[in-house]
């Protein structure tokens, strides 16, 4: 995009477009290899590259993948609330993590697909003043997005036995998430046996609680 911004030269929008939608399969990609990190399914993983495909798998491996992430950013709220009390800072805990809109990653997909096969008809494309500014706010969109995706990391829940009667709580629906936080500090033990991991694996942008919560 910079060099796009200092040259004008419409094929740097090419090459941005590109780069975005690996990002988006390789979010997605990691996403799936976090819920199953099982050889054949990583292969099958290797061969996903349509947004919907990899909803599908995502769900089929963890049906309620959503809200674990909305879960996780209740623990992550009690665990701050936890050490502040405490003043004890955990600035290199995240405060949330995005819980995934795949109807957005999908739009955002398609549309750079189909910039990328836009050279077929330069006239029309890549000559064109409007269409090159037209599909820099595609650019621009899809950074924002991915952007704020990636900053705030990627998690998988395994859950201990109180980890999981709070998350059963929690899908009721019964009480308000502030008794829900009440009942999970007098129960967190910050490590090892912290109710919730976040994997971390290789060069993911994830993070583990039990390492950064002692």
Known sequence: MIKYKLSSNAHFIIYAALELRICIERILFE???LIQIDSNGFTQAEKIYRTKDFKQ???KHE???SLKIQFINVYLKMVHLYFA???????KLPTFIVDLDFKI???IHGKLSALLHSLKNPEQTTQSVVWNET???VINQSFEYLSHVILNGQVHLKLNNKGIIHYEVFKSNTITN???IETMISDFKPYPESNISV???GDLIGYLISKYSH
Do not use: C
């Open 31 to 33: 996403y799936l290899i």
């Open 57 to 59: 798998a995502i769900d």
């Open 63 to 65: 049906p309620e993948f």
């Open 85 to 91: 009390k405490q003043g004890v800072m955990v600035d």
């Open 105 to 107: 990653l999908s739009q």
């Open 135 to 137: 599909q820099m706010r």
């Open 178 to 180: 502030e008794q829900l």
């Open 199 to 201: 994997a971390e694996n």
